[in-house]
Structures are given as structure tokens and as C-alpha cells.
């Protein structure tokens, strides 16, 4: 069992209340580096001196937070209004378990008796405004245990079965443990900046800052991205495929990947001998669309982990792309020179 | 006794309609104790008899309550990117909203199958994927597989068409005495009928006890029909989950009920009227508040099934009000459970030789 | 086998109206059969005696076709009818029926409106070349079956009604296999299934079997735009696991399964989203059976051309045979 995983990804932080995360991200990594920091958003800086033999100023980034809910009115029966905080499909909703709150308070979304609703009911998405939270609580209890503006999260035990793992938030807790390993390994040619950023499921609006503080010369972002290797008719893009490698970003809705990062990651693969694919260029986007413009133009590009069910309380992601991912990212930092992003 | 404990095993325990095999064992398990002979039909439902105190040949009572739970069985095995999938349909009435990125167990029967069942999670095609004529819509079941990270070789290997797929969850205690889970529905009534026998292990009774646990209630009663039939009871009690009160809910003309306050008790046609009076009177004994669970042409319980084994059987219906029925979340007030047991109790203590000739005389006055 | 799937599948006989069949079929059975009977539903029961040591059997193959009825005569001499179980209007346009007596009739449906909107059956006609009401050889209540011979082709039978005369070929032809059984063995020739297994309910509650066995067609989900179904036409028999009506026995499937393992018969597990079949009847008769379905792929059910392929028939009958032939420990 991969206990770092198990870990981050049951911690519980919905964009805008990462402290459990933060908190134990700060005690894994506390002792493997030089300095660390938090700043007024929440992000968490880490410090890891190099070598000395590179003056570069490397920054690398995972998002802490994660899709969830907000506790928004607590109704007369009892139960909690909520508002989806991150892109969470309403389809997502009904029949899930969530805990609420810093005391992870126990609720279940619920949904009516089949036998008491309609079939035209039954054909329409269940929007979140007509779900409640119910957690066993009269009005009097609840309010009395819940607070409005509660953060709401999915409730998803993590779980190994051979190469694949389930759970939720890898997207991006999956990035966070990356970004531990490399800060656990052994110092890099140059200071490595690690941060590991708030809200970036409301609009990477962490990361943005962070870049600013940091002013990198070059920054990689680590992310989790939707593997859609999956049943369906057309003759389409998977974006990327389980098992086949962690995935180099081209192009997004937000960002053109610096290319001659690409190339470096690319070809240290080679090298080095690791699978890694090229993630379908189109929408989404990263913490890259941040970084790379905050601080005037800098070189950035991301890698990202295959998962499947980003946005849901159980994604799915590949054991071996995981530790590909830390081997590929590992491998890319110790080549990466001035001269990799050198314009000429 | 603890009831929570009790409801989470049976509970947790993966045993939909038609394959009840292991729900079987652990009832049979919790039942022997406090009753004197058990055994399983040739259906799979579990007859477990106390015997009376009173002279023989005894009348019999049957308490019938079905173990089956709604689930998902295996329809196809596809093949994508070398990826294996499983297509699904369903075992009872499932409201397929609940069904996406929730965790199951698939109980593999195939030659290479694995000791324990496969975890998987059900998903479907992202819904910006779906024709625009379906945006607002709700994933169909057409629409959905299940995913266990296996290639499709593997997949192949260890997973049969018609094994069956079970909800991965487990019960979730709530505030207070509330709690959340699968299959609350009908596992609580199987407590329920377990805190009866146990109460009954303190008390005399006249007549011989014949607690079952039926199967395939939830496709069609089949259990209700067919123990019914070869128990020859004199008097029947179904339990069975009733509708309460809810977020989102309302059951148009018909009351529900607010957990934790009551028991509610069946009239209408399923229901024999002498034997509800006789659960009332039992409730007033016990100082337990009780509600009137209102049903016109079909009770949709083992009760429908009884009520005309061979030449009928006087039929009453004991409820335990749960919320969000058939899903994976049906939540319930466990204190709900021990009321109906010790109600039960109470009733069948009450039973004596001239019980039968009663009912026969209350049929011709009505008296409600 | 092929002039006994003639026969059958060419016959009249929509539920209610199975005498026909029966006085086919009891020939053929008389003499593997220890006992034969008639009930009032007009089921033909033939029972084969076991040795003792056996539980009791009910095989049930159904000789009730689905069709149609005559419910008016205009005064121009056209039928005006309604459906005898399962059919649907898009299967009728140009199709013909027989009636009991031997008369043809053509179906129409009255001038479309639009290509896109079918008539419901209230608007077919059944025309006979009568030309008044007094000189129609038809008369209302007159019960009519789909008329087509049958086509052999390479290792397919093509035909109506083959739902389930084909699985009375199998009850036929096992009973002709079968040499000796643990079990006493009550095959039934079922009466009005497609109504809704009407004939199998009053016989199982009569016989009360300990296992109950449906020998029926089954949908495949191998053509063009068809509904998720793992089973297709030609990879050999179905053993049933669950159909809309009823889930098997989950023993009696693991029996079903090991028997065609150890015969190497070919067989394929079956998950039917629409329809079911006498089983269901049998399973919950008295204390309750173990009920199965040994069920043979079928395409393009309900129409006038059903499809099956031979060797998933003979699959079928040596199933059934093995399956008998041996202990049944459910």
C-alpha cells in the first residue's frame, strides 16, 4: 500500500479550506527541506537548496485542494443547502456520502424513493439546488454542529488492486505526493521552489500568486489528468491512457506548454527509458496558465498523471504511471540547465 | 443487544435478489440462538422456528421479512484500448441517478476468478460527450460500465455474464441514533425480527413462531409466495421498510413518517383488520406511539404475497420508516428497529387458543 | 429433425387454440412416455418414470403461437382484430394469417398519413376476399395465426412461431434421447404462454415439481442496432441467469453450466432485459421450485421470420439430456 497516496488522498481540502493538507504536507516533507512557508492564500512553500551548481530559480507546483461543497442555509428539516465549489457534475451527486465540516461531520446526499417519483423525474439530471445534506439531524442539532460556509467533501476510502489504485482527490494529491518524493531525494543542481498551491479548482488563482513570490526562471506544474480510455462508440482521443506513462502537455485552453520543455521532458523519457505520452491537445488546463504569465513570460509545462473520474468521489490511476511520474520528473529537473531554455 | 452492530453486518453483507446465499449464513447464524430449529428452502429462504408453550398442535405465526437486497448484474463484457468493462443491469428497482462514480463489487464466477469479489467503479462517458438532445439528461443505464482496472483479457478470465454486482458501502452512523447505508432496506427488518426473537427468549407463548427470511422480494415476492405456502402459518406479520419523511419528498395523498417517532402499521387491502387491531392493541400495552401506513391496491410487500398462500392467511404489517428507498443511502433511526421488535414481541405474547376464532368474528363487524 | 421443425413451425396454434398442436405432438411422444395426459388448460403432459432415487422434473415447452383474433366484421366483409399476446403493428403490413378451418388472410393497415406514424392494430384489417359480412367465412372470436412456411437454409431455420415450437422439438427429440433418469420427469407442452404463461402456472401448481425447467427461444444481441445482450446466434445454447420476469436458480445454473462443460456442448449464459417464459410460473408454484431455462438463441422474435441455427437446437437437446440423465443437487 502506498501510504503517501493513502494519506494525501484521504486528507480531506476543498478549494479555500486546505489546511488538513497543508498541515500534512508540512510534516511530510518538514524534515527534507531548508525553509518552508505559508503565505496569506494558503499556498505552501518549500525550500530545497541545491547543489550550488546551477543558479537557476526552479519552481514546482501540485494543487492541494480539491472539488467539493459549501454549506450554504440549513433547512427547517434539518438538512444543508450546499453549492458545488470546483467542476463537479450534478450527475455526481445523489447516493454519495460526504463529510462536512473540520470535524468531518458525517451526511448523506440522498435521493427520493423510486417508488415515489416520476419517470420523466428520473430521465433529468438531479440538480444540486434541489439535493440537500442530510445528516440524521434535527434543525436544532444541526445548526448546533454544522456552521454555514462548512467545506463539504466526498467520503472515498483509498484502495490497491494490483497496478491500480482508487480513491478520490488524485486530481491533485497524486501531483503533492510527486512533489514530496522529489523534495525527499537528494538535493538538485539548483534551488528547487516547491509550492504546493490553494484553489486551483476555482481557477488557479493560487498558483498565480505563488508565481509572483517566487519569480521563477522556469516552473513544472504536476497534475492529475482525465485518462478517458474508456467504452465508447466513436473513434475518438483517450487525452490519455492508464498504464502508458505520465503525459506531457502540448497545448490547453489556457496555456501553449513552453516547447522546448517539451522536448527536454520527451526526450529524457528516452533516456531514461520511461513511457510517457503526449496528453491530447485541446480544453482544460493547469496551474501552467497561472505561472507562466504572473511574473512576466516564463517557461513552463506540465506533466501530468494519467486518472480516470477526475471530479467524482472514486478516480482510478495506475501504480506504475505513478512511480513514472516521479521517476520522468525526477530525471527532467536533474537535466534541466539554462541551456534547455536558451532562445536563441 | 446491540441493533446497530446487528444492522451493520447485515447490512454490509452483499446479497441481492437471487443470489442471498450469504445474507442466508449470517442470519441463520443470529437466528440460532434464540430459535429451535432453522433451516433454508430449496429457494434459499430461511425458516427458523421457536416453539410455543402452549398445548399442541400449535398455531403458527410467521414473521416474514426478505434478506434480498437491490443490485446490479453483469450483461456484457466490452473491450476498449485493450481495457475490459462490464455493461450492467439491474437487480430491483434501482433509481439509475444514484449509479455514476459510485464504488461496487463485482462477485466473480469466471475460471480465473479471484477469492474475493473485484472492487470497480461504475462510471460512464463524460457528459459533454452525450448528443446535445441529452445535456439536461440523466445517465441512462445503456449508459454506464463498470470499471475494475482489468484489461479485457484479465476481464475475460474472471468475470462471467450474470454474476452478479453489489453497492460498495458501508453504514454510516449519522447524528444521534441515525444511520446511512445500502440495503437498510430490508436488513433492518431482519434486525427488527432478530430483537423480537431475543425479547421472546424471556416470555411465555402460546403459539409456535415461524420467522423467515424470504428471498427475491424485491423482483417478486417470490419468497413471501412460497414459504407461505409450505409453513402453513395461521397468522402472518411482513416487515418491511416503509416511506419517512425526507428532503425533496412527498408521497402526495399519503402521510409519511418522521424518523424516530413511530411505528407505523399497514392498513388496506394486504392487511387483515383483527390483526392490526391486534398490533395496536399490542402498542397501547407497550405505551409505543403508532401511525397508520396507508395502502390502496398493493402493499408492494411479502404481505401481497401471504395474505393468499393456499386458502389465505389474516396478514398484518409492521414498517420501519426509512429515507431515500432503493438507494444507497436509505437512512434510518435505529431506536426505530428496536420498537418494532419489542412491539412484535408483544403481540405474539398476546396470542392465545381463542386468537383465531376473534379474527374470524371481527369479520363480520366492522369495528374501526 | 427438419421435417419435425416443418411440421411445427407451420401449424396453427395461437394460444387458446393449441388442439392442433396437440394431436401433432402426442404421436411423437407416445411411445417414450410412461404416462400421457391432458389437462383442462389443454397442456399435454407426458410423464417418464425415474428409478426413484430422483426429485420431480417439469420440462415446459409451449405450443401456443402468438396472433390474432377476430373482434368485428365490417359490413364490406374486412376483419377488424386484436393481438393474441405479443404483436406489434410494424410486423403486420403484407402479412398473412390461417385460420383454424384453413382460410388465408392478407393484413393492411388503413392509408398512412405519414411514412413516419404507424396505425396502432386498431386500424389493420385482416381482408379474407370476402365482400360482405354474410359471405365472410370468418366469424368474430375466430382466432388466426401468421401464415409461412418454413426455409432451411445451411445450418438456419427460418420461420414464424419457431417461439417455442422449436423448444417442443427439443422436448421431442430429448425425449427420445433420454434413456434412463434418476427423475420422474413431466414434460409439458404448455398452453398459453403468450398470454402470459397461463398454461405452466396451472400445471406446475398441479405437479408441484422440485425443478422446473422452460425450454424457450431467447433475443440475441448480435444484430444491427440491437439492445446490450451478450448472446448471439449460433454460439450454442443459452442457459438462462436472469430474464425480466424471473432470476434462475443460481444451484440449478451451476448444474446447467457443469453438465454442458463435461459434454463439451457449447453454451452461452443468457441476461434477457424483455420477456420471460414458463419458468417464471413453475418457480413460484406452491413451496417453489428451482427454476431454469435452457433457451435457444432467436432472432427477430415476434415476426414472421424468427431465426435459429441447428446446432444451438441440438445443443439444446443434448443439454437437456445430461442434465436429466444425472442427479440434480439443488
Not at chain 1, 518552508?36 to 541545491?50: E, I, P, Q, R
Request: charged letters at 20%; proline letters at 5%.
Amino acid at each position: 500500500m502506498n501510504e503517501l497516496l493513502q494519506q494525501l488522498t484521504e486528507a480531506v481540502g476543498v478549494s479555500g479550506a486546505e489546511h488538513e493538507v497543508r498541515a500534512l504536507i508540512r510534516d511530510l516533507i518538514a524534515d527534507h527541506v531548508d525553509e518552508w512557508h505559508v503565505d496569506t492564500m494558503g499556498n505552501l512553500f518549500a525550500l530545497k537548496k541545491g547543489t550550488g551548481e546551477s543558479d537557476l530559480r526552479v519552481m514546482v507546483d501540485a494543487h492541494m485542494d480539491e472539488i467539493g461543497m459549501l454549506v450554504t442555509q440549513i433547512d427547517r428539516d434539518g438538512s444543508l443547502n450546499f453549492l458545488n465549489i470546483g467542476g463537479i457534475n450534478d450527475r455526481t451527486l445523489p447516493g454519495k456520502v460526504v463529510q462536512i465540516g473540520a470535524k468531518k461531520i458525517r451526511g448523506v446526499i440522498g435521493l427520493k424513493a423510486i417508488h415515489l417519483s416520476r419517470t420523466s423525474e428520473r430521465r433529468s439530471v438531479p440538480r444540486a439546488d434541489s439535493l440537500r445534506i442530510d445528516i440524521g439531524a434535527s434543525k436544532k442539532e444541526s445548526v448546533r454542529k454544522v456552521n454555514v460556509g462548512d467545506r463539504v467533501a466526498f467520503v472515498s476510502e483509498y484502495r490497491e488492486m494490483g497496478d491500480i489504485a482508487m480513491g478520490k482527490a488524485f486530481d491533485d494529491r497524486a501531483g503533492c505526493a510527486v512533489l514530496v518524493e522529489l523534495l525527499r531525494g537528494e538535493p538538485f543542481p539548483f534551488d528547487l521552489h516547491a509550492v504546493f498551491s490553494v484553489q486551483e479548482e476555482v481557477g488557479l488563482r493560487g498558483a498565480e500568486v505563488a508565481a509572483y513570490a517566487v519569480k521563477p526562471d522556469v516552473a513544472l506544474v504536476l497534475e492529475c489528468t482525465p485518462a478517458l480510455d474508456i467504452p465508447y462508440d466513436e473513434d475518438v482521443s483517450t487525452n490519455l491512457s492508464l498504464g502508458q506513462g505520465p503525459g506531457v502537455y502540448v497545448m490547453d485552453a489556457y496555456t501553449f506548454h513552453d516547447p522546448r520543455l517539451v522536448a527536454h521532458i520527451l526526450k529524457t523519457g528516452e533516456k531514461e527509458g520511461l513511457p510517457v505520452q503526449i496528453r491530447q491537445p485541446g480544453g482544460g488546463g493547469t496551474n501552467a496558465g497561472a505561472i507562466q504569465r504572473a511574473t512576466g513570460p516564463t517557461p513552463t509545462v506540465t506533466i501530468g498523471l494519467p486518472g480516470r473520474y477526475a471530479h467524482t468521489p472514486n478516480m482510478m490511476i495506475s501504480l506504475q504511471d505513478y512511480a513514472n511520474m516521479v521517476k520522468l520528473a525526477d530525471a527532467s529537473l536533474r537535466g534541466l540547465t539554462r541551456d534547455v531554455i536558451q532562445t536563441d | 443487544m446491540d441493533l446497530f452492530k446487528i444492522l451493520k453486518q447485515l447490512s454490509e453483507t452483499p446479497s441481492p435478489s437471487g443470489f442471498e446465499g450469504t445474507i442466508s449464513q449470517t442470519i441463520q447464524d443470529l437466528w440460532a440462538p434464540y430459535t429451535d430449529e432453522i433451516i433454508t428452502d430449496r429457494l434459499g429462504s430461511v425458516i427458523a422456528v421457536k416453539k410455543g408453550n402452549g398445548p399442541e398442535p400449535r398455531p403458527r405465526i410467521l414473521l416474514a421479512a426478505h434478506m434480498d437486497e437491490i443490485g446490479l448484474m453483469v450483461n456484457q463484457i466490452v473491450e476498449k484500448h485493450g481495457n475490459g468493462f462490464l455493461r450492467i443491469t439491474n437487480l430491483g428497482g434501482i433509481d439509475v441517478r444514484q449509479l455514476y462514480a459510485q464504488r461496487v463489487l463485482v462477485h466473480a464466477t469466471g475460471p480465473q476468478a479471484p477469492d474475493s469479489p473485484l472492487p470497480g467503479i461504475i462510471s460512464a462517458v463524460p457528459s459533454s460527450w452525450l448528443p446535445d438532445s441529452r445535456q439536461s439528461n440523466a445517465y441512462e443505464m445503456n449508459d454506464f460500465f463498470v470499471d475494475t482496472g482489468l484489461s479485457y483479457e484479465n476481464l475475460q478470465q474472471q468475470v462471467t455474464i450474470g454474476d452478479y454486482v453489489t453497492f460498495d458501502q458501508e453504514l454510516q452512523s449519522l447524528m444521534g441514533s441515525v444511520a446511512a447505508g445500502k440495503s437498510i432496506d430490508n436488513r433492518a427488518s431482519v434486525t427488527a425480527v432478530t430483537a423480537t426473537l431475543h425479547e421472546l427468549q424471556n416470555r411465555l407463548h402460546h403459539w409456535d413462531v415461524v420467522a423467515v427470511a424470504t428471498v427475491q422480494e424485491e423482483t417478486r415476492l417470490l419468497g413471501a409466495y412460497t414459504t407461505a405456502f409450505s409453513q402453513k402459518p395461521d397468522a402472518a406479520l411482513a416487515i418491511d421498510v416503509t416511506f419517512a419523511n425526507a428532503p425533496g419528498t412527498s408521497g402526495g395523498p399519503l402521510p409519511l413518517f418522521d424518523l424516530g417517532t413511530c411505528v407505523p402499521l399497514g392498513l388496506g387491502v394486504n392487511v387483515h383488520p383483527g390483526i392490526l387491531n391486534a398490533l395496536q392493541e399490542a402498542a397501547k400495552e407497550l405505551e409505543l406511539k403508532t401511525e397508520l401506513d396507508l395502502h390502496g391496491r398493493a402493499s408492494g410487500t411479502d404481505a401481497y404475497g401471504i395474505q393468499v398462500a393456499r386458502a389465505g392467511v389474516p396478514t398484518g404489517l409492521v414498517g420501519l420508516p426509512i429515507r431515500y428507498m432503493h438507494t444507497v443511502v436509505e437512512t434510518i433511526d435505529t431506536r426505530d428497529i428496536g420498537r418494532a421488535g419489542r412491539l412484535m414481541a408483544q403481540f405474539i405474547t398476546n396470542l392465545d387458543e381463542t386468537f383465531l376464532d376473534k379474527l374470524a368474528d371481527s369479520m363480520l363487524a366492522d369495528t374501526a | 429433425m427438419n421435417d419435425l421443425v416443418k411440421k411445427l413451425v407451420e401449424a396453427f396454434g395461437p394460444s387458446g387454440f393449441e388442439d392442433g398442436m396437440r394431436d401433432l405432438i402426442r404421436p411423437e411422444i407416445e411411445p417414450y412416455a410412461d404416462e400421457i395426459s391432458v389437462d383442462t388448460m389443454g397442456n399435454l403432459i407426458a410423464l417418464k418414470k425415474g428409478d426413484g432415487s430422483g426429485l420431480k422434473v417439469m420440462i415446459a415447452a409451449h405450443m401456443d403461437e402468438i396472433g390474432l383474433m377476430v373482434t368485428h366484421v365490417t359490413e364490406k366483409g374486412f376483419l377488424r382484430f386484436t393481438n393474441i399476446g405479443g404483436v406489434r403493428p410494424h410486423t403486420l403490413m403484407g402479412n398473412r394469417v390461417q385460420f383454424a378451418d384453413g382460410t388465408i388472410g392478407a393484413i393492411n393497415s388503413e392509408r398512412l398519413e405519414s411514412i413516419e406514424n404507424i396505425h396502432p392494430l386498431s386500424k389493420h384489417y385482416i381482408d379474407v376476399g370476402a365482400t360482405s359480412k354474410e359471405n365472410c367465412p370468418i366469424e368474430v372470436g375466430q382466432a388466426a395465426g401468421f401464415h409461412r412456411p418454413l426455409v432451411v437454409q445451411g445450418d438456419y431455420y427460418i420461420a414464424k412461431s419457431l417461439d417455442d415450437r422449436i423448444g417442443c422439438v427439443v422436448a421431442i427429440e430429448a425425449m427420445k434421447k433420454l434413456k434412463d433418469t434418476p427423475h420422474d420427469v413431466y414434460f409439458v407442452f404448455s398452453t398459453q404462454e403468450e398470454v402470459g404463461t397461463r398454461g405452466a402456472q396451472a400445471a406446475a401448481n398441479h405437479i408441484l415439481p422440485d425443478v422446473g425447467i422452460a425450454l424457450d427461444v431467447t433475443s440475441t444481441g448480435d444484430t444491427p442496432g440491437a439492445r446490450t445482450m451478450a448472446v448471439e446466434l449460433g454460439q450454442g445454447t443459452a442457459i438462462k441467469v436472469k430474464d425480466s420476469g424471473m432470476i434462475s436458480h443460481a444451484g440449478l445454473v451451476k448444474i446447467m453450466r457443469q453438465r454442458a462443460e463435461e459434454a463439451d456442448i457449447p453454451y452461452q449464459l443468457e441476461v434477457l432485459l424483455g420477456g420471460s417464459t414458463d419458468a417464471r410460473s413453475i418457480q413460484i408454484a406452491g413451496p417453489g421450485a428451482a427454476a431454469g431455462c435452457i433457451s435457444i438463441p432467436c432472432r427477430h422474435l415476434h415476426t414472421v421470420s424468427e431465426m435459429t441455427n441447428i446446432n444451438d437446437v441440438q445443443g439444446s437437446i443434448d443439454l437437456l439430456v445430461a442434465i436429466l440423465s444425472n442427479p440434480i443437487d439443488v
